[in-house]
């Protein structure tokens, strides 16, 4: 049973508080950093950013892309892209001379560093770690059968005795070290 008391101006129910000032208010105005990836690029002790679509960003470098207004989220320059902060004309000029802003996007997306968060870097390490297990495949012969081994069979003994790719070594390399 719901007992009323009445309190300084509140009703209280026993797990229900109703006051004004205790609402949840969620902000319109906010925009969320969900599919965004963010190319920096550093020039005149200034840092500048843009705000790309992630899928966009790998399709651009390995030129499947040819449209850059289509990995862009936002045509402009910023100083912080998660503030929402954009770079001054006079700070473009003076790191960027006689450059407008779209040679400046331009760079920084073909130039600049780009942050890649987890799930990337999983994805790309997966996809790695299955190239290597194949490439090693094709190399080794089951001795009993005289059968290759399938790749997936390598895979899981790789996972299995904590084999680690290395993002910058050539995946034929890590596949003969792999087998050894």
């Not at 190319?39 to 850059?68: H, L, P």
């Not at 779209?102 to 996809?127: C, F, P, S, W």
Request: net charge positive; charged share 30%; glycine share 4%.
């Amino acid at each position: 049973q719901r007992i009323k008391e009445r309190q300084e101006g509140l009703w209280v129910f026993p797990s229900i508080v109703a006051d004004s000032t205790a609402m949840i208010k969620t902000p319109v105005n906010q925009k969320r950093l969900d599919n965004i990836s963010i190319m920096s690029m550093e020039r005149g002790g200034k840092r500048f950013e843009i705000a790309c679509y992630r899928n966009k960003v790998m399709d651009w470098k390995t030129q499947a892309e040819k449209d850059f207004s289509k990995v862009l989220q936002v045509e402009r320059v910023f100083n912080n892209v998660k503030k929402g902060e954009f770079a001054s004309t006079t700070d473009l000029k003076k790191a960027f001379p006689g450059k407008k802003e779209i040679d400046v996007i331009l760079e920084i997306l073909n130039h600049g560093a780009g942050q890649v968060n987890t799930m990337e870097r999983e994805y790309h390490r997966d996809k790695t770690l299955k190239q290597i297990a194949h490439t090693a495949a094709e190399m080794s012969v089951d001795p009993w059968y005289h059968r290759l081994y399938t790749g997936r069979i390598i895979e899981k003994a790789l996972e299995h005795y904590g084999f680690s790719v290395k993002p910058a070594m050539a995946v034929k390399a890590q596949a003969l070290e792999a087998i050894r």
